[in-house]
């Protein structure tokens, strides 16, 4: 989790608790002391050990020169790495375009570049986006969603009113539901591709913080009863 407390067993374990991607921190001091021995073999372990998940190297980029960043990307995607990601968001700098930039000429095309940490508006987003950033690791992104288009999360709001009225009925395809997907299917088509791609990952998380709560309720009403 801190990128030296050794990988043996947690994410075997992280795997049979039901994760979907594995995020792993590469241990930069030892990085530093013995480059590409150390890096290769960790993260081809923890590839092993992920059974096919993606596996998210995290480089924390603040502390190492751009010829490290080079390297350790390299590294990664020679090890089977799914993603190289620039930071925890807890160093001393988060994710830089330049940063970006250089991670994303490093690697080959098959592997993806993730910039996290420090992106708060929308101008900060897009930049990364713009740098080759294939997906932004943020807590801000209501904000960021709002500066990009203030009506957007309203229309998340209602598209999903409708989409989970359209659920309650048991029955297939029922008139609020083929509106819902309708109305979802031109609010699309009005967009750039840049923009829908947007929206269809904000709409994924939307949908999982959805389960994530439909699950604890779940959980909680079950301990009520058995109480």
């Known amino acids: 989790p801190g990128g030296f407390q050794g990988v043996e067993g947690l994410h075997e374990q992280a795997v049979l608790l039901g994760a979907g991607e594995i995020d792993m921190i590469m241990n930069v001091g030892a990085f530093k002391e013995c480059a590409p021995d150390y890096l290769l073999k960790e993260v081809s372990e923890v590839v092993k050990a992920a059974k096919g998940l993606p596996v998210k190297v995290i480089l924390e980029t603040c502390y190492l020169t751009d010829a490290e960043k080079i390297k350790a990307a390299k590294i990664c995607a020679d090890a089977g790495a799914s993603f190289v990601k620039t930071s925890t968001g807890f160093g001393t700098a988060g994710a830089t375009v330049h940063d ?128």
């Open 100 to 227: 970006v930039e250089l991670l994303r000429k490093a690697v080959p095309d098959h592997v993806k570049v993730k910039a996290s940490g420090g992106i708060r508006t929308w101008k900060d987003a897009k930049a990364l986006i713009e740098a080759g950033a294939d997906r932004l690791g943020m807590s801000a992104t209501v904000k960021v969603l709002e500066e990009f288009d203030p009506g957007l999360l309203e229309t998340f709001d209602v598209l999903l009113s409708d989409a989970f009225r359209a659920n309650a009925d048991e029955a297939d395809e029922t008139p609020d539901e083929l509106a819902a997907f309708d109305e979802l299917e031109r609010t699309i088509d009005g967009l750039d591709e840049r923009s829908a791609t947007l929206l269809m990952r904000a709409f994924v998380a939307y949908f999982h913080l959805a389960n994530i709560c439909e699950e604890h309720y779940r959980v909680t009403s079950l301990r009520e009863r058995e109480a």
